[in-house]
């Protein structure tokens, strides 16, 4: 039987109180479907500092290089506001993404109909969604040089650049093609070609990757601005969406939207294959520390369960299993089971975090 690894690193505020339901979703997987996990533990962020003064220890990088894949939980807090920069919490989820040259950012939006209504557009709109938006995420206008500000004459200008290699695009598209393979099977690739070199490149290397390898793929080409419309008219329309990091910050946050709370939202990073063939990979919810609700029992763990089935289904080869969690939190929601950033106006009583997490627990076992 293959042992999988797992780094999990809870992190600040409420990182570790929705850590502890998913903790429980593992041990459930290793003693009632015997899928065996080597789980180890480490600090991040805040906590890391507390111990080290650093956000991220280097022995705990070294083994965030070597694991099957890493879960975080939520960094940051206003305790550590006022620290030098190269100290700040979020410093240590930055170093983990750049030195694991996470490339491919996966932030699925998904509608569960249980809270359709929570969303800002009409139900029948979003009901039953299901679209994964792919974002390149190391390259682009972000890092691009020359940037700065400078001065030009008698005034000053900001500077920055939007620069992409044909690698790099042609490293993101294949993840993207990929997801599709095991989805809809199909790809929106949006860029501004219209007005922008890197998007007449962008879409070149996007025809000439699908053309090589993904030709058994449904592929179209979209203006970014008319995907944000297309996003909020008609989303069901999308499968995997394909795009890059300025683009892809703006129509992922819009796109997550559509579905509620941020308390439901999980995503991926995801770099380069290992030797096992599976990418290196950071699971971790949308969601930040919430210093508000830290402590009180009132945070939603379903955003970091989530994160752990797409680690199940995008690192473990554990696609019917993922899909297994899923359909229990979706079971759980259809219950009426709602911690306290779901209660609609209709009021009633919230559930604290681990009865949360006690209920998909439940839901699991019903499923077997
Ligand atoms: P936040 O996501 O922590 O909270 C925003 C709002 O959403 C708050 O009202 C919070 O109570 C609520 N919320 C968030 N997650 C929830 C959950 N699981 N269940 C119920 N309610 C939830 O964003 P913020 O307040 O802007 O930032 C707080 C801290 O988190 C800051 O230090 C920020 O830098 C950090 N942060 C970290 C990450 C990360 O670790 N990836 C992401 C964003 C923000």
Redesign the pocket.
């Known amino acids: 039987m293959t042992t999988h690894s797992l780094l999990i690193l809870p992190?600040?505020?409420?990182?570790p109180e929705?850590m502890a339901e998913v903790r429980k979703i593992i041990d459930w997987f290793g003693s009632k479907r015997d899928i065996s996990f080597d789980v180890s533990e480490d600090l991040v962020?805040g906590s890391a500092y507390d111990k080290h003064g650093t956000p991220l220890h280097d022995d705990t990088m070294a083994k965030a290089q070597e694991v099957d894949a890493v879960l975080?939980?939520?960094?940051?807090?206003?305790k550590?506001?006022d620290l030098d920069f190269s100290v700040k919490?979020?410093r240590g989820?930055l170093r983990l993404r750049k030195e694991m040259d996470l490339f491919a950012n996966l932030r699925p939006a998904q509608c569960f109909d249980a809270l359709a209504d929570f969303s800002s557009l009409k139900k029948d709109i979003v009901a039953g969604l299901d679209i994964m938006i792919v974002r390149e995420l190391t390259s682009g206008v972000y890092f691009g040089e020359p940037r700065g500000i400078f001065n030009e004459g008698n005034e000053r200008v900001g500077i920055n650049t939007q620069r992409y290699t044909e690698s790099e695009i042609d490293r993101v598209a294949r993840s993207a093609f990929e997801l599709a393979r095991r989805r809809g099977n199909k790809v929106c690739s949006m860029e501004k070609a219209n007005v922008m070199e890197s998007g007449i490149l962008w879409r070149e290397v996007v025809n000439r990757v699908h053309q090589e390898s993904y030709s058994d793929i449904e592929l179209s080409h979209m203006y970014a601005d008319n995907g944000a419309m297309q996003l909020v008219r008609a989303p069901k329309q999308f499968d995997v969406i394909l795009t890059d990091n300025l683009f892809g910050d703006i129509l992922s946050d819009c796109a997550a939207m559509l579905t509620g709370?941020?308390?439901m939202l999980p995503s991926a990073s995801l770099g380069a294959p290992m030797a096992n063939g599976r990418p290196k990979a950071l699971y971790?919810?949308?969601?930040?520390?919430?210093?508000?609700?830290a402590g009180q029992a009132?945070?939603?763990?379903?955003?970091?369960i989530l994160s752990f089935a797409m680690a199940l289904r995008y690192s473990f080869d554990q696609g019917d299993e993922a899909a297994r969690l899923e359909q229990a939190v979706e079971s759980v929601l259809a219950s009426g089971a709602r911690?306290?950033?779901l209660m609609g106006p209709e009021g009633g009583t919230p559930m604290a975090t681990s009865e949360m997490g006690d209920a998909i627990l439940a839901a699991l076992d019903a499923s077997l």
């Open positions: 992190g600040d505020g409420i990182g929705v962020g975080l939980g939520a960094v940051g807090g206003p550590y506001d919490p979020e989820l709370s941020l308390g971790e919810p949308v969601h930040g520390s919430a210093p508000d609700i009132k945070a939603n763990p379903i955003a970091c911690t306290a950033d």
